[in-house]
């Protein structure tokens, strides 16, 4: 694949130890009883917030701009690999609206400075279903070497690297078993090729 520099690897795997939760900011378990067709059911829910997520097409570089770090829970499913390819993403835990939320999730993770009116509503979709039901919403921006003010990488101790996936192989990519993907950048990188690039956007 033509789409990135050499990943790096900086969690030391050894370190890892498990507790039981205690409490959190982001995250909140309930447990959940109700009735359906006459039977009593219960049903363990993880209450969290929604989200946005941005698929970045840089137009100088023909390429996607995606990032790539360590996802705690995907290494706890998955103990050999905790990384994962997303799209630039954070969480709707601010009094902002989404598009603002977006625009500053771009400029943190990736470097590039957009406005919220730049930003094209692709659609939104639920996550985990059956243990959250939390939504992301999902949008479009094309950005360009111009709009690239500094490194990006995440602010205070995130861990994030920038990469640029071509245009051109960005849907053998999506198919590729062999990363681990989001929902969010398989669909976003779909849409871009058969619904917007399709309809002579480009």
Not at 50 to 62: A, E, R
Not at 86 to 95: I, R, S, V
Not at 156 to 170: R, T
């Amino acid at each position: 694949m033509k789409f990135f520099k050499p990943p790096i690897k900086k969690v030391d795997f050894s370190s890892i130890v498990y507790e039981p939760l205690g409490e959190s900011v982001y995250v909140k378990p309930i447990s959940m009883f109700y009735q359906e067709n006459h039977k009593n059911k219960k049903w363990d829910i993880v209450k969290s917030f929604d989200s946005v997520s941005i698929l970045l097409f840089d137009s100088s570089k023909q390429a996607f701009v995606i990032v790539r770090q360590f996802r705690p829970a995907v290494f706890f499913n998955n103990p050999k690999d905790g990384y994962t390819y997303e799209l630039c993403a954070g969480l709707a835990d601010k009094n902002k609206s989404l598009e603002e939320i977006a625009s500053e999730e771009v400029l943190e993770e990736c470097g590039y400075e957009i406005l919220p009116s730049q930003l094209h509503f692709i659609g939104s979709f639920l996550n985990s279903t059956g243990m959250s039901g939390s939504k992301q919403f999902l949008y479009f921006a094309e950005v360009n070497d111009a709009c690239r003010v500094n490194d990006g990488g995440g602010i205070e101790d995130e861990c994030i690297e920038v990469l640029y996936l071509s245009l051109e192989d960005s849907l053998e990519f999506i198919f590729d078993e062999s990363f681990q993907k989001t929902t969010s950048l398989f669909l976003g990188i779909h849409w871009y090729h058969y619904s917007y690039k399709s309809k002579g956007k480009i």
